[in-house]
């Protein structure tokens, strides 16, 4: 008999995923050169186009771009709900242009958990928390005891620290509540990777805290990778890697370190910012950049031993 990993188990495997930091052929998540198009009314839109993403085992990071950058696009692709028309997409070692439509569903029940921005989306409102949770459970083909079940969906509650909502339906709840529980839900068979689509888009900034707390939790004690798709800088400025898509590509790529004051031992958090380099050698340089500076069109190049300088265009074509 098959059953679901404890929450024990899960966090032993979360320990050794943030000690083997990995990425290229070992990342969980991997989009090589992506392309989605739309056909509406005879047009064409290309809502991805040839976008490149490496998510490692473990990793808690954002994805932000502005209203048709294609972040909800690519995030359907990952949550097995979209095709990409052309490119390569792989999760968790699943081939997402190969599979079946048997296979994309067992993909959505087990490989991958989903969190819909409307609270109203998540859960069933005729069903209690708990009853919510074990709903995914009793979908899967894995074979558990009903008491395995409850046994999980109460750790879970606990987990995310809203046990006492175990028997309420819905409509009894907060919107930060049934959020926690969206997240329950979509943990329920231990996913390999938990995609969330403006998770805190309809709650106010002390509730939508406790929503990424409760994510944090997933990430740190189950060791479950959590992309985030949000506007929110300030949830984007929670995470480690915040990576920003622009028509279609993923554009520039921050990351976040701590560093002690080897004086003082206060620990501070610093960000750098990075362009995403493709396979032909093309970057996106960020429009704050280029246009505090006049860049426009070309740009001028010089190689140095240890850098790249990229200056504005300086010839007279005159």
Not at 138 to 146: N, P
Not at 205 to 217: D, H, K, P, V
Not at 227 to 244: L, N, P, S, W
Not at 291 to 305: F, H, I, K, N, S
Request: proline fraction near 4%; hydrophobic fraction near 40%; glycine fraction near 6%.
């Amino acid at each position: 008999m098959t059953t679901n990993p404890t929450l024990a188990d899960l966090t032993t495997k979360a320990t050794a995923a943030r000690n083997t930091p990995t990425y290229g052929h070992d990342a969980l998540i991997t989009c090589d050169r992506l392309v989605r198009i739309f056909t509406t009314d005879g047009i064409e839109v290309q809502a991805l186009q040839g976008l490149d993403l490496l998510v490692r085992e473990g990793e808690l990071m954002a994805l932000v771009g502005a209203s048709g950058s294609g972040k909800s696009t690519l995030m359907n692709i990952l949550a097995g709900l979209d095709t990409p028309t052309a490119g390569a997409a792989r999760v968790a070692g699943h081939d997402l242009l190969a599979m079946t439509a048997k296979d994309r569903l067992a993909y959505r029940r087990k490989t991958v958990g989903f969190v819909w921005q409307q609270t109203s989306r998540n859960l069933l409102p005729y069903l209690t928390a708990a009853q919510n949770i074990t709903l995914p459970m009793q979908l899967s083909a894995t074979r558990t005891t009903r008491k395995a079940k409850a046994e999980r969906a109460l750790e879970l509650l606990e987990l995310l620290d809203i046990a006492d909502c175990r028997d309420r339906h819905p409509h009894q709840m907060s919107g930060g509540q049934q959020q926690r529980v969206a997240i329950a839900v979509a943990l329920a068979n231990a996913p390999a990777v938990l995609l969330a689509d403006e998770p805190t888009g309809e709650l106010d900034s002390q509730t939508a805290e406790q929503i990424f707390a409760a994510f944090r939790t997933a990430n740190e004690q189950l060791g479950t990778t959590i992309v985030i798709v949000t506007h929110d800088q300030a949830v984007a400025g929670e995470v480690r890697r915040t990576v920003a898509i622009r028509d279609g590509r993923t554009s520039t790529e921050v990351l976040r370190r701590s560093e002690v004051d080897a004086t003082t031992g206060h620990e501070t958090v610093v960000a750098r910012e990075y362009a995403m380099l493709d396979r032909a050698g093309r970057l996106q340089l960020p429009a704050e950049y280029t246009e505090a500076l006049g860049m426009r069109d070309r740009v001028a190049l010089e190689l140095e031993p240890d850098h790249i300088g990229v200056w504005p265009d300086d010839s007279d074509p005159h």
